[in-house]
């Protein structure tokens, strides 16, 4: 048989630190701080540098596809396996 024993804390609302961050957010509801604007601007900028890229990246790779198909010979999966399996138990 077990027993389990729960201590349940609370802190009230008339610490301190809880009086300070009702006061603040009293007077600014929904403002975000001059940090906070930038880095919302450097989180953009970084996104769309990324989709950039991986559009070039993208681009790139498809245009390599349809200049040089004698590159990709076609070979069906079921060789590949076969031929991998073979190698694996040798």
Known sequence: ???CILLRLQVSGNTIYLIIISSHESN???T???LQE?????????GNG???AAGATFVAMMTLWFLYPETHAPVSLCNNIVR???IHLV
């Open 84 to 86: 991998f399996r073979a």
């Open 28 to 30: 600014s509801p929904n």
């Open 38 to 46: 930038k880095l919302n601007v450097l989180a953009g900028q970084i």
């Open 50 to 52: 990324g989709m950039l």
């Open 1 to 3: 048989m077990s027993v």
């Open 32 to 34: 975000e701080t001059p």
